[in-house]
């Protein structure tokens, strides 16, 4: 009696979608347009402490007119804030050039309201920049937190 191997059965692939792999599982995201308010706040005094400590670096150090500095620094800051604002305010939705341009152009309207109220708190006769730029970081904060929750960070 002669035994004959019966040929190997075809090898069948499962598809990716029936089995996730661990770097292609994303991580649960908040709703869309959602954002803790604590986190925004959290984000936004990491940048505005960075934005500070550079504004006293061109005023004091450099030697800059207060107003251009304030300008310089808020710019300088925004960069940073996409990206903590993005990943830990929003969970990290948003990531494209969209976000991105809907994230500056907010940023450049409140650039420019920040620039105006502190120039508007030095002409009153605030007694240090620093606290013409508290009182404009107040104002804008509020504005910002809407239009990047309603509109830039909305999938």
Request: charged share 15%; proline share 6%; net charge positive.
């Amino acid at each position: 009696m002669v035994y004959r191997r019966s040929p190997p059965l075809p090898r069948t692939r499962v598809a990716a979608v029936d089995r996730p792999s661990p770097e292609r599982t994303p991580a649960p995201a908040r709703p869309a347009g959602k954002g803790s308010f604590g986190r925004f706040l959290a984000v936004g005094g990491t940048c505005t402490a960075f934005q500070y400590l550079l504004l006293a670096a061109l005023v004091d150090g450099a030697g800059l007119l207060p107003a251009l500095a304030s300008g310089m620094a808020y710019a300088a800051a925004v960069l940073l804030n996409y990206e903590l604002t993005r990943r830990f305010t929003f969970g990290g939705i948003g990531a494209s050039w969209r976000s991105f341009g809907r994230f500056v152009a907010v940023s450049g309207a409140a650039l420019v309201l920040n620039v105006a109220i502190f120039e508007a708190g030095l002409r009153a006769g605030l007694p240090h920049y620093l606290l013409a730029q508290a009182v404009a970081t107040a104002v804008v904060t509020v504005g910002n937190w809407v239009a990047y929750r309603r509109w830039a960070f909305r999938r």
